[in-house]
T-cell receptor, first 113, second 114 residues
Framework: KAGVTQTPRYLIKTRGQQVTLSCSPI?????VSWYQQTPGQGLQFLFE???????NKGNFPGRFSGRQFSNSRSEMNVSTLELGDSALYLC????????????FGPGTRLTVT | DAKTTQPPSMDCAEGRAANLPCNHS???????VYWYRQIHSQGPQYIIH???NNETNEMASLIITEDRKSSTLILPHATLRDTAVYYC???????????????FGKGTLLTVNP
């Protein structure tokens, strides 16, 4: 079974631009979560989607948004990029059940210049 | 979710057992203990989880104290490839199909030395 895939793996953008990152969960997994990882703040939860609905949201500004499609694939978008948005963006998926582990993708390394 | 406390770093000799402690003194009855690790620049990897009984899988063993206020992850024969940041996370059982958020702390950087 293929793992969680994220595209692109690396991205360089300029301040003020917007960016869209994509995540394909493991087949059969219906929940997708996004995390941001920076050296200063560590791993921080962005949001979680299940059945095309955002179920949980972390403490990030409205410039960060996401969506989930009917095939469980998910995208996250960051508008008006700032230098501080440079980070590793990780996507994780899991089967929807009581006690489950999350499976993480390799991440997208975003650099904002 | 309950807060966890882990030492910031530990060293271990290759081939020896690595014992990584985690304190979760405010854990509640429906919260499980999960362990993940993150090898440099990769996504976190699930290792093991448990509620109150000790657990073992092909990667590691998890020992949870009787009062559940602390736990230890044991890598029985550490290799150089086990060098990573290890995260201990506590999270409630979920029956509603939502809220799979994981709250990561700083974790423990385990360095396995040759």
């Amino acid at each position: 079974k293929a793992g969680v895939t994220q595209t692109p793996r690396y991205l360089i953008k300029t301040r003020g631009q917007q960016v869209t990152l994509s995540c394909s969960p493991i087949s059969g997994h219906r929940s997708v979560s996004w995390y941001q990882q920076t050296p200063g703040q560590g791993l921080q939860f962005l949001f979680e989607y299940f059945s095309e609905t955002q179920r949980n949201k972390g403490n990030f500004p409205g410039r960060f948004s996401g969506r989930q499609f009917s095939n469980s694939r998910s995208e996250m978008n960051v508008s008006t990029l700032e230098l501080g948005d440079s980070a590793l963006y990780l996507c994780a998926s899991n089967i929807v059940a009581g006690v489950t582990e999350q499976y993480f993708g390799p991440g997208t390394r975003l650099t904002v210049t | 979710d309950a807060k966890t406390t882990q030492p910031p770093s530990m060293d271990c000799a290759e081939g020896r057992a690595a014992n990584l402690p985690c304190n979760h003194s405010t854990i509640s009855g429906n919260e499980y203990v999960y362990w993940y690790r993150q090898i440099h620049s990769q996504g976190p990897q699930y290792i093991i989880h448990g509620l109150k009984n000790n657990e073992t899988n092909e990667m590691a063993s998890l020992i949870i104290t009787e009062d559940r206020k602390s736990s230890t992850l044991i890598l029985p024969h550490a290799t150089l490839r086990d060098t990573a940041v290890y995260y201990c996370i506590v999270r409630a059982y979920n029956s509603g199909g939502s809220n799979y958020k994981l709250t990561f702390g700083k974790g423990t950087l385990l360095t396995v030395n040759p």
